[in-house]
């Protein structure tokens, strides 16, 4: 229909920005206006370019400029422009550019590639009836510079091969590509990822690192990387500690980095790290590793960010001493000069240039700000790539015309002329391709991120290495700085030369080995030792499993935590104690203290400090059988006089309470005076010892040690007692708990005594806490294995009982001196056991008489 025909044609002008539009627009917008930077006018051969000028920044979720992108399509404008320039070649021939933002997405570059090389845009117009199906023609390039991602370039090439069309890349390194039945049109300046690898290894192995982490971006660059460095450190025998290869890009949550960056800060020994990922992928998690304070780590960089400047940006601590391989870092004069010339106050057909005077804030001509800014300082990366990449494309086009002189050029004998080109390049480099399609003559520049007195970082070449060679050679004159700031290649090895204490323990892999301490009861006294020996039955390993030593005893310590927790509260209930023989003898003449009897309560009070003091008698005490003995006595001595002196009070108010019934209790009964209640007290005392020394002659107690064997901890015995210790230990708590139960009979009985100075209901509830407690001991203290831990279990049981009774019997007595002073007095005293039905009413005056 030719009125389609027509309507089609209108809209010829505004296609020209659709086509550029489709490529780049619908796609997440990668710029607001999409531009083709191109120059075909009188030009009797276009060249296509697609470069990366922008790319998309997880971090502000947006696409951003990005700098080498900038730089490498000023360097193809400056290559053709020279190449139209000269005389010796294609003479009557000018060459043209069409130059295209591939965005570092493979989508955009697969179009631009096809708008590129076909020559036309098909679009689609929808009307009311009916649908418009037009083409715009454009002039189609013979062949084609880029891209500079190895993903990208790899799905530009199937394309480009169905048509015998020329790819040559300046930065895509995958070894891929390399399969020339599949990419047979794909050439490159830049070196491929096996020789990168190869010397990234070269460095590892020349440092003596030979325990690393290699991490990957799970694109077509990171996974033939990945493989390319896994096969050549395992020649090596390089081991690995975390290999890890996953989606960077995709990661916005970052939980994935976080957990790798986690896992990298705890391993210490892989203390380098491979990190083989394209720039922004690679950015990306230097910030998670700088978040998380991944510092004093040594970075191996590849060639797409080891110079780059957004390393800068990254905390100092993180980055420091960072290795970059990058292509050979070669300078061409006229180039920089040219980018030194090119600032804010000119006017350039590169139209992406603005947007890198906005970024300096320089936008406005003429600011007074920006004098001293130009492009000069873009970051020189791989720039020389791209202009041998359009030499070899101009080059090659010359020996085709000299040779056959077409009417028109045919893709794909073209390309078997670029193939072959071999010419000086850039500073007389030799430019010449191999079957593969990659550069015969490569090189790698390796670089080092330094950081000054002022944290400010710079990128500094300090070696080289080229394909030829296979060597790397470093600069004399530049001083190499590692993570850290050391001055000295840091340690990245599990290879460990063993030192005494440990032996060499080898896993699966045979190039990495662990030292392991040795076993248990063997030593190993020497370096590099294979093997441990044993000690003899006698003696014991030392803490450092380097020596067969006598064993130490090991005793309960002050400032072990039972030890803390005794000394604390002994301290408290020692002090309460004390304060109570204060008050008692400050307020003595009170009828509250005498009613006590003042002279064996301070007696009881006395033997409760002492058995707060039992705990002390354990601490840094070498066990002996008389020692052992002696603690029994101790006990039995001080827990009998405790409970004795509570019998005797219990037993007097029980003989006051039957015989003031009956009158035969007078005021100089003999049974009520302290004599005879220290007597009884005293009895009870020697009995107790009595049985605890028959029981010591009659069954001996013995002495035994245990070896206490633990990996990380001082090699010790426990030195305890034994025998018949527990048995009589039962016995003299026996005895102590039959005084307590008659006495608790007694209390009970005297319960009915008048309230105000009564202990009976005390003393029954004191002598029922005492005998649950130990009732408690006997089954705990059977229980437990351990002896240090019945050791605890004695000396905390012994002070938790002595503690509730004197609580229980003196907290009530302190309360009535200071808070019922009225009640305290004798007509108060004589008032309330004077009562009418008071069973006292026939003894007056027996309380106050205790103390004659």
């Not at 086509?19 to 120059?39: M, W």
């Not at 998670?288 to 991944?294: D, G, T």
């Not at 906005?358 to 990366?381: F, G, Q, V, W």
């Not at 460990?496 to 896993?507: D, M, R």
Request: hydrophobic content about 40%; glycine content about 4%; charged content about 20%.
């Amino acid at each position: 229909m030719p009125w389609n025909f027509a309507l089609c044609s209108l809209f010829t002008s505004f296609i020209t920005i659709l086509s550029i539009s489709t490529a780049i627009g619908d796609h997440s917008k990668c710029s607001e206006v999409p531009i083709e930077l191109s120059d075909t006018e009188n030009s009797s051969v276009i060249i296509g370019g697609m470069f990366p000028v922008h790319y998309w920044d997880e971090k502000s979720k947006t696409y951003a400029l990005n700098k080498p992108g900038l730089l490498w399509v000023e360097a193809m404008i400056f290559a053709i422009n020279e190449i139209n320039s000269r005389i010796d070649y294609l003479p009557k021939t000018k060459l043209g550019y069409r130059i295209q933002d591939s965005c570092n997405d493979i989508n955009i570059a697969i179009e631009s590639a096809l708008e590129l090389t076909q020559g036309f845009i098909p679009y689609e117009e929808v009307h009311d009836n009916y649908i418009c199906q037009c083409n715009y023609n454009t002039t189609k390039a013979i062949a084609l510079v880029g891209d500079a991602a190895s993903a990208t370039s790899t799905n530009i090439a199937a394309i480009l091969s169905s048509s015998g069309t020329t790819q040559i890349s300046y930065s895509a390194t995958s070894t891929d590509l390399n399969a020339k039945q599949l990419f047979p049109t794909f050439l490159r300046t830049v070196a491929p990822d096996n020789l990168q690898a190869g010397l990234i290894v070269d460095l590892l192995v020349l440092n003596n690192w030979t325990y690393v982490n290699v991490i990957a971006c799970d694109d077509d660059y990171g996974r033939v990387g990945f493989n390319e460095i896994l096969s050549i450190l395992k020649e090596k025998n390089v081991c690995i500690f975390i290999q890890e290869i996953y989606d960077v890009k995709g990661d916005s949550s970052g939980n994935i980095t976080k957990r790798v960056v986690q896992r990298l800060n705890i391993e210490k020994q892989a203390s380098v790290i491979i990190l083989w990922c394209q720039r922004p992928e690679a950015i990306q998690f230097l910030r998670v590793a700088e978040q998380m304070r991944l510092h004093n780590k040594t970075w191996i960089a590849t060639e797409t960010y080891g110079s780059s400047e957004e390393v800068y940006k990254i905390d100092p601590n993180v980055v420091r001493g960072m290795f970059g391989v990058i292509p050979m870092q070669v300078r061409y004069e006229p180039f920089e000069t040219r980018l030194k010339s090119m600032t804010p106050d000119l006017v350039y057909k590169n139209p992406w240039i603005n947007e890198y005077w906005k970024e300096k804030s320089c936008e406005a001509r003429n600011a007074t700000t920006c004098k001293n800014i130009n492009l000069s300082d873009l970051p020189k990366s791989k720039y020389v790539e791209v202009f041998h990449a359009v030499q070899s494309i101009a080059f090659g086009l010359h020996a085709y015309i000299k040779s056959e002189n077409p009417y028109t050029i045919e893709t794909k004998k073209l390309f078997s002329y670029i193939k072959n080109v071999n010419f000086s390049g850039i500073n007389n480099l030799s430019v010449s391709f191999d079957a593969n399609g990659n550069p015969r003559d490569a090189g790698y520049s390796i670089t080092n991120l330094k950081v000054d007195h002022h944290s400010n970082s710079t990128w500094q070449v300090i070696g080289f290495w080229t394909k030829s060679s296979g060597k790397i050679v470093f600069t004399s004159n530049e001083q190499i700085n590692f993570a850290g700031g050391l001055l000295e290649p840091p340690v990245s090895s599990c290879r460990e030369i063993c030192k005494p204490g440990y032996f060499k323990h080898s896993f699966e892999n045979a190039c990495c080995w662990q030292c392991v301490r040795c076993g248990k009861n063997s030593v190993q006294s020497k370096y590099g030792q294979s093997s441990c020996k044993i000690c003899p039955d006698d003696k014991i390993v030392n803490t450092e499993k380097t020596l067969c030593v006598s064993p130490k005893q090991i005793f309960m310590k002050p400032d072990s935590e039972e030890g803390i927790f005794l000394l604390i509260c002994s301290t408290i209930v020692f002090l309460f104690v004390v304060y109570v023989v204060y008050i008692f003898y400050k307020h003595g003449e009170t009828p509250i203290v005498k009613a006590s009897n003042k002279n064996l309560s301070l007696l009881q009070l006395g033997s409760i400090i002492c058995l707060l003091m039992l705990p002390f008698l354990y601490f840094q005490t070498e066990n002996t059988k008389y020692r052992c003995g002696g603690r029994l006595i101790y006990f039995v001595c001080f827990s009998s006089i405790t409970i004795s002196v509570t019998f005797t009070k219990a037993d007097r108010l029980l003989r006051i309470f039957n015989n003031s019934k009956s009158g035969c209790l007078t005021k100089n009964s003999i049974l009520k005076t302290n004599k005879v209640q220290f007597m009884t007290v005293a009895a009870l005392t020697l009995l107790g010892i009595l049985i605890c020394i028959v029981s010591y002659f009659a069954f001996p107690i013995e002495v035994c040690d245990k070896k206490k064997m633990e990996e990380e901890e001082e090699p010790l015995t426990v030195c305890y007692c034994a025998g018949s210790y527990d048995s009589i230990l039962f016995l003299t708590i026996g005895y102590v708990a039959v005084i307590a139960l008659i006495c608790g009979v007694y209390a009970f009985k005297a319960r009915n005594l008048p309230e105000t100075y009564n202990e009976a209901r005390l003393t029954s509830f004191a002598m029922f806490i005492f005998l649950l407690s130990w009732l408690m001991f006997v089954p705990i203290y059977l229980s437990t294995k351990d002896q240090q831990q019945k050791l605890s279990v004695w000396c905390f049981m012994c002070f938790s009982s002595t503690t509730c009774y004197a609580f229980i019997m003196y907290s009530p007595k302190i309360y009535f001196i200071f808070f019922k002073t009225e009640e305290n007095t004798k007509d108060r005293f004589r008032a309330k056991i004077h009562q009418p039905k008071s069973t006292f009413n026939a003894s007056t005056n027996e309380f106050e008489i205790q103390e004659n």
